[in-house]
């Protein structure tokens, strides 16, 4: 059997990098996914001619070179592709109370658009060859 996740959507906010004591560099992020809220019938809901959406939000946890890569070219809005596995966790806070969480950890990123600030970078490049005479 194998534990193993394939989610594409935007990024919630600028990844968040941190290394351990041992030079291990991890990066994390948010994901949010959608899909069409549907009926008790399963038809897809509609409002104002525009289908009604459920956003999932997911945290990704990369390692070592993804957490690089990640790091240096993923922006808040970027689409990305995460193929991962799922890793649950349980603690107990403060207050005595166990809790859970669940996080996905990434083997890969793959870019499916550019992040905000390469879009206006080409943007202004492509305009600069507007000034070449044919």
Partial sequence: MQNLVILAGNVGATPE???T???TKITSF???TSRPKRDSEGKVLKENGHRVEDTEWHRVTCF???AKTVAEYVEKGQKVMVRG???????TDQENIERYGVEIIADEVTFLSYGKSRQQQDNRQDNDDDDIPF
């Fill in 30 to 32: 948010s994901l949010a």
């Fill in 64 to 66: 070592n070179g993804v």
């Fill in 17 to 19: 990098t941190r290394s």
């Fill in 85 to 91: 596995r799922i890793h649950y966790t349980r603690w």
């Fill in 21 to 23: 004591q041992g030079g």
